[in-house]
């Protein structure tokens, strides 16, 4: 039977620290369980290989391409390799869906950010805990993340291909990012249109907004193979028909950690507990979401217990997807752990 190895990007022990292994080993769980690849995978584990570890696990078949392509957008990976006997390994041409350089994510270094690799990991299970799992790789899915900061989980969707929507109620983050994205695209000579406009209703100002249109070559511009990106500068807490009900195929979000950065309440202030921000947001996110859509939420579980967000979930009536476990030290003061919950389709 095939086995193979897939060497894990160097960054992976440094976001995670001694979690790097386990969380990939989920991630493959996750991807083996979606019931999208043709290859039944087992045997999942660490294995070191010339004294470097490696994921390793066995196929009932080789590989398809269709397999290494999904596989290949695993949050962690850096090389495949299929094991040739003993001590051979053969490069596995990855085919990943990284639609521009990577610096589109990587640049933005700011206070706050969500990890890049960990945004990626909760994208990927959020996708493939959701009926657009079989869709992954062809499709213009439709991600909202409803507290997106300075859009890491936005740029992902990008990278994918995919539309985005973003919501966020500090100013200052809407106006970094759209610089950001505006610099960027500029850079890269792509094709776009950006714009910050005014959100009103009833003829009154409630909300202002980031519309993006862009392009990945002038081919696609011409053919009219756009990528929509949204971002609200609103409370999340009130986006009472402020965005079309259904638009999202899967939600992205990471909680206010409660440490450098509270959630923020109507009245300005600053709340330590984020889930209040969770109890009261969560039924204003979930007509946004298309039946059968998932959500995958990560949060600090030092300023609020997983049980109590379970509850915000079922009370919001999302069924919670078990999952191995994910929970992991981000430094002293954060744990992070993580909740993926579907809409009944
Ligand atoms: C952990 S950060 C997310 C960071 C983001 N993933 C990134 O990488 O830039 C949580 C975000 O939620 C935002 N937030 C808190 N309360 C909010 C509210 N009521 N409405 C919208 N956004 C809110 C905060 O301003 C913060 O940017």
Redesign the pocket.
């Known amino acids: 039977m095939p086995r193979y190895a897939m060497l894990l990007a160097p960054s992976a022990n440094r976001v995670y620290a001694d979690g790097a292994g386990r969380l990939s080993r989920t991630e493959l769980t996750v991807f083996a369980g979606a019931g999208v690849l043709d290859a039944t995978i087992d045997d999942i584990g660490e294995t070191p290989i010339g004294g470097v570890g490696y994921l390793t696990f066995g196929t009932d078949t080789a590989l398809g391409a269709r397999d290494v392509a999904f596989l290949s957008n695993l949050s962690s990976s850096y090389a495949l390799f299929e094991q040739a006997g003993e001590d051979l390994l053969r490069p596995v041409q990855m085919a990943g869906l990284a639609r521009y350089d990577s610096d589109l994510i990587t640049i933005?270094k700011?206070a706050?950010?969500?990890?890049?690799q960990f945004?990626k990991l909760l994208l990927n299970l959020t996708i493939l805990c959701s009926a657009s799992a079989p869709r992954m790789l062809d499709a213009q899915l439709v991600v909202l993340?409803?507290?997106?900061?300075?859009?890491?989980?936005l740029n992902q969707a990008l990278m994918y291909g995919y539309d985005a929507v973003g919501?966020?109620?500090?100013g200052k983050?809407v106006e970094a990012?759209a610089a950001f994205l505006k610099t960027w695209l500029k850079r890269k000579r792509l094709k776009h249109t950006a714009d910050i406009v005014p959100v009103r209703r009833d003829r009154k100002l409630v909300a202002r907004r980031l519309e993006v249109s862009m392009a990945a070559s002038k081919e696609d511009h011409k053919a009219g193979a756009v990528q929509k990106l949204t971002v609200l500068h609103?409370?999340?807490?009130?986006l009472d028909g402020i965005l079309r009900g259904g638009i999202a195929d899967v939600i992205v979000?990471?909680?206010?950690?409660g440490v450098a950065?509270?959630?923020?309440?109507?009245e300005g202030g600053l709340?330590r507990r984020?889930l209040d921000?969770l109890e009261?947001?969560v039924p204003q996110w979930l007509p946004l979401l298309r039946p059968g859509g998932a959500l995958g939420l990560s949060w600090n579980t030092n300023v609020a217990r997983r049980e109590l967000a379970e509850d915000i979930l079922l009370a919001a009536g999302l069924e919670i997807v078990e999952l191995p476990e994910l929970a992991h030290r981000v430094d002293q003061s954060i744990e992070r752990d993580v909740l993926v919950a579907r809409k009944p389709g």
């Open positions: 933005p700011y706050g950010k969500t990890n890049e945004t993340d409803p507290l997106c900061g300075r859009g890491t989980t919501v966020e109620i500090d983050d990012y609103a409370d999340t807490t009130k979000a990471d909680a206010p950690y950065h509270g959630s923020v309440t109507e709340s984020p921000l009261r947001a």
